[in-house]
Every structure is written in C-alpha cells, then in structure tokens.
C-alpha cells in the first residue's frame, strides 16, 4: 500500500526513537516508509530520498538530534507539512529542540517535544483524519479511542473511585 508517511532519521542511532513513532503508526493502520539520510552527512542521499518519497507520502516526519537542520532541510524540499522530532543526543536535546522550532518565515516545521516521538505519530494521523485516505482509514475515530483507552486507564490506576462527575468513558 502507498505510504502516508515518510519517516527521515538523521542517524541509525535515532532509530529506537524512530520504532516508537512507527509503533503507533502501525496500531493506527497508518502506512508509512523510513529512510536514514543526513542533511549535513549525506545530503545528496538525503535529496534523493526526499524526491522518491514526495511522489508517495502526504506529510513527513524527521528526527534529529545534536544540530538538528534535516526537519528544516526537509521542508526546504517540499511544501508537504514537516513535523520535526528533537532526539536528547547532546544538552538534553535542547541544540535540537532550538534548530527545529527556530525555522525562517516561509519555511515551517511543526516541531514536536523532545524525544516526542509518539506525538509526531498522533499530530500526523490528525492531519491526515482530514484527507480521503484519512477519512477511508477512520483516523478520527482511531485517534478518539485511543485517547479514550489512555484515560480509562489512567482512571482505573486511582486509589479511589472517580467521583460520580468524572463522566465514565
Ligand atoms: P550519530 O549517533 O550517528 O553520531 O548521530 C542524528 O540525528 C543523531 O541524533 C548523532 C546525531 O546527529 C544527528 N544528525 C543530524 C543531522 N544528521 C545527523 N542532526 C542533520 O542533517 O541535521
């Protein structure tokens, strides 16, 4: 099936981030395909993946750490949304939080948190609830459960009884 999403790591050492992102993806039946290309490393590998993956994928999602420029780089390639991932390699990941949300007007990333990794997952399929393939997917009704499932849970781990206004899910 043609992949929604187009996962770029800028190291295979970024890749059990990477699996994280995937895992949900996967329990969300969403498609996607993943390539390791570095802007700064390997920038002509990177514009290649880039142009294969624009004939598919309907948003990317791109992990960096350290001098995080491949999300930006990403973007500069297509107009496709980015969502861009910062990994804790260095300074608690804060070089990399920065050189993602700090993109120049008319080039945006949607920086995601620190290592958030399941978010850019969850952002991307909520993006994606809106298109065709979204709506045939049911994303929106995925996405509603999934977010129910995690607060049925957090409650049943109380030490007391919700309180009868806390409406049942
Ligand atoms: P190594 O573990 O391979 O030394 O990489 C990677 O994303 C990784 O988190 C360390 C970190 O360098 C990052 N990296 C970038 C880019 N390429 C690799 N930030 C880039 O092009 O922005």
Redesign the pocket.
Known sequence: MKPLVGII??????LPHAAKCTEVLDSLEVPHTLAV???????EV?EKVIKEMDQQVEIYI????????????VASKTVKPVIGVP?S??LSGLD?LL?IVQMPPGVPVGAMAIDGAKNAAIFAAGILAATERGKKLKLGDKLTQMRAKRAAEDYAASEDEPSPEVPKI
Do not use: C, N, Q
């Open positions: 790591v800028g190291s295979k050492s970024d290309a570095s802007a700064h490393r390997s920038p990177l791109a992990f960096a750490g350290m001098a995080a420029h491949l999300p930006g780089t990994i390699v260095s990399a050189s």
